[in-house]
């Protein structure tokens, strides 16, 4: 059974959490948090909350197709 909140994949929002981003990417909330400190993966502190701008974890896939083709 996905216990995946039906929000995770909702095209409408504008920030995800660090876990939507997660499962967006199908890794792991760690994975995900070491992704955000290298730089690679886009995120926005508002308060104490960080949040991952929900066009970001494409990007991030974007990058990285371009970075494989080039090699």
Do not use: H, Q, W
Not at 33 to 51: P, V, Y
Not at 54 to 71: T, V
């Amino acid at each position: 059974m996905d216990t995946a909140p039906a929000d995770a994949f909702d095209n409408t929002l504008v920030l995800l959490t660090v876990e939507e981003a997660a499962r967006r990417l199908r890794i792991g909330r760690t994975t995900c948090f070491a992704l955000i400190r290298a730089g690679e993966l886009e995120s926005i502190d508002i308060g104490r909350l960080r949040r991952v701008p929900a066009d970001a974890p494409a990007a991030y896939l974007a990058r990285r197709r371009a970075a494989k083709r080039a090699a």
